[in-house]
């Protein structure tokens, strides 16, 4: 199980879903508690600083933020002594659907017959490639490229993230409470995607290693502790457009659906309202392929209405023009007075709640 990870967020009916699984208290113990994230001009100065919410458009006193690995293994934990099996290294290689049921065969050899398959392998999944064919079509980029990866916590920073900001090129530095170790994000501006592997580490390092030569502030210690990072991820930023979640009795769930990118802010809250969804239909009707559409019809909207938000999202984090950091920086220096600008979080709040969760235990119990 991987652990650690950077911190995801849990908001809106994904509160509400964490609730109804009797792991709301246990999320909430987990919370970071961040308090600040402070913006950076070129020369390091100080363009203004924020609360989270007032970015993400969370509720301060019901939302949650906590690391990716403290959710994986709060639900492995939970989950271990039930009657789920988990398999390690280990992955689908291919899928024959002959309508009562899905064939699978795995990559160690084994094949195995399921009532249904549920995709929930991320944006690059391959159970979509197997239904749908390459991602290429699905992908919508969205104009950066992306390193993460930790390094110690050299600026002594707790509670808090900095972004720092200068014309197409970004760092981000996070620290989960007060943790020795910082994640941290090289992030640049590009038209179009660079044209490299994805599994060509090498590549990546240089490839960003150029983008950010020459630029101020502590940039170029980052750059050399990408250099020797053992945990680097590179990746484009993208988003997930499918014109249909499932095939046959094979459903996607998650980023492999509908991935919203880090952009938004919504990726984790969206794949457990989804989940959420996906299961409640699953209970309460007889036929899986209607419990696929119902699924769909109910959580399309919402899912298109969260990637919706990307782009106001990235305008504020990662500003691609002087226009933008301009803006931006107005933002910031009206947030104290009177005649203070809506922050991006004031409009993405009324989008994050705007799905009512449906209550399947109603239904199950047949008061409804
Ligand atoms: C840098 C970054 C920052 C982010 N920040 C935030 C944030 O602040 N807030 C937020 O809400 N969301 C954030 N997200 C998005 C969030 O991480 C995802 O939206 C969310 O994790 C989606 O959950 P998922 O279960 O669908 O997919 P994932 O979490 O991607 O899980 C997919 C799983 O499938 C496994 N897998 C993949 N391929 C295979 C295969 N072929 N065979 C077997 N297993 C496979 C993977 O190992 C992984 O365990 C961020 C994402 C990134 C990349």
């Given at each position: 199980?991987?652990?650690?990870g ?11 879903v964490?609730e ?23 020369d ?18 019901r939302d ?19 009657s789920?099996?988990?398999?390690f ?21 084994a ?13 690059h999944?391959?159970t979509?490639?197997?239904i749908?064919g390459?991602?290429?079509p699905?992908?919508?980029?969205l ?9 110690p ?13 200068t014309?197409?090129r ?5 620290a ?14 590009s038209?179009?995607p660079?044209i ?21 502030w ?15 991820y ?17 459903v996607?769930?998650?980023d ?14 969206l ?15 007889d036929d ?22 990307a ?9 691609r ?8 920086n ?7 007075s009177?005649?203070a ?7 993405s709040?009324?989008v ?16 409804h």
């Amino acid at each position: 199980m991987r652990g650690g990870g950077y911190p995801i967020d849990v908001r809106g009916p994904a509160v509400d879903v964490a609730e109804r699984m009797g792991i709301l208290p246990m999320l909430q113990d987990a919370h970071i508690q961040s308090k600040r994230i402070t913006f950076l001009h070129p020369d390091g100065g100080v363009a203004g600083a924020i609360r989270p919410e007032e970015l993400t458009g969370g509720e301060e006193k019901r939302d949650i933020e906590l690391p990716r690995g403290e959710l994986t293994d709060l639900l492995s934990r939970l989950t271990g002594d039930r009657s789920i099996r988990y398999m390690f290294n280990n992955s689908i290689a291919s899928l024959s659907d002959d309508g009562a049921g899905v064939s699978v065969t795995f990559e160690s050899g084994a094949t195995e017959y399921y009532d249904l398959v549920i995709g929930t392998d991320g944006i690059h999944s391959r159970t979509r490639r197997l239904i749908f064919g390459p991602e290429e079509p699905f992908s919508h980029y969205l104009g950066y490229c992306y390193n993460g990866f930790t390094m110690p916590n050299f600026l002594g920073l707790s509670h808090e993230s900095l972004t720092y900001t200068t014309p197409g090129r970004y760092a981000v530095l996070s620290a989960v409470k007060n943790s020795p170790t910082l994640h941290a994000f090289l992030i640049f501006a590009s038209e179009e995607p660079p044209i490299i592997e994805h599994r060509d580490p090498a590549g990546q390092r240089r490839l960003t290693a150029e983008k950010f030569d020459g630029i101020g502030w502590e940039v170029s210690r980052l750059v050399q502790a990408m250099q020797h990072a053992d945990d680097l991820y590179y990746d484009v930023v993208s988003q997930i457009r499918l014109d249909r979640w499932s095939k046959g009795r094979v459903v996607l769930v998650g980023d492999s659906a509908f991935a919203p990118s880090f952009l938004s802010g919504q990726g984790s809250s969206l794949a457990m309202i989804g989940a959420y969804i996906l299961a409640g239909e699953l209970a309460t009707r007889d036929d899986p392929t209607d419990a696929f559409v119902s699924y769909e019809k109910l959580m399309r909207p919402f899912a298109e209405a969260n990637q919706n938000l990307a782009g106001d999202g990235g305008a504020f984090l990662l500003p691609r023009t002087q226009e933008e950091t301009e803006m931006r920086n107005r933002m910031l220096a009206s947030l104290n007075s009177s005649d203070a600008e809506a922050m991006p979080g004031e409009i993405s709040r009324a989008v994050h709640s705007s799905l009512k969760l449906p209550d399947y235990e109603r239904t199950l119990n047949g008061k409804h």
